[in-house]
């Protein structure tokens, strides 16, 4: 439905109620700071079960970097709107709404004074997310669905949860 394999869904949340262990799964990336002049700063190979696409970042100028590829809060914008608009499609779809269009949008003001150590601000003062759905959907139910979107979706949850971070 829409994109979504609901069964598969389905089957994978049996298994995470039979087995809570099984919906850990380990993730990691690596990547390389690029030293030569004219390359893309930073370089990933990204592994996924399908594959594997190669990501390069490279700041903005007024961060240093040369402006020729996305920059992290780009990735960081697009993941978050890809996870969302994921989740709300499979639940959508788990709820047997179809839908007809799904666009997302994600919103924020940057504050880039703490990267310069200038002030203790935070980057973000939040995110606002805007989705457009047409479905045939009441309005209550298409509310349904963005909030249980907005419950389950990963990206929501690393954002809105303080998450241990170490260097080491």
Same mark, same amino acid.
């Given at each position: ?94 709820? #047997?709404? /179809?839908?007809?269009? =799904? ?10 004074? &703490? %990267?310069?150590? @200038? ?6 003062? #939040?995110? /606002?997310?805007?989705? =457009? ?10 509310? &349904? %669905?963005?909030? @249980? ?20």
């Amino acid at each position: 439905m829409h994109n979504v394999h609901v069964q598969k869904l389905l089957q994978t949340a049996q298994e995470f109620r039979e087995d809570p262990d099984k919906a850990k799964r380990p993730a990691s990336l690596q990547g390389v700071w690029n030293v030569q002049e004219g390359e893309p700063q930073f370089t990933a190979v990204v592994k996924f079960e399908g594959g594997e696409s190669v990501l390069e970042m490279d700041q903005p100028t007024f961060l240093g970097g040369g402006g020729t590829r996305p920059g992290p809060i780009q990735y960081c914008l697009y993941g978050f709107a890809a996870c969302f608009a994921g989740t709300l499609a499979s639940v959508a779809a788990e709820q #047997g709404v /179809t839908l007809k269009r =799904l666009e997302v949008t994600v919103e924020t003001t940057l504050d880039f004074s &703490r %990267v310069f150590g @200038l002030s203790e601000n935070p980057i973000a003062e #939040g995110i /606002t997310i805007v989705p =457009l759905i047409e479905a045939d959907a009441d309005p209550s139910t298409i509310q &349904r %669905v963005k909030e @249980l979107a907005a419950q389950r979706c990963p990206a929501v949850y690393c954002l809105t949860n303080p998450i241990r971070v170490s260097v080491t």
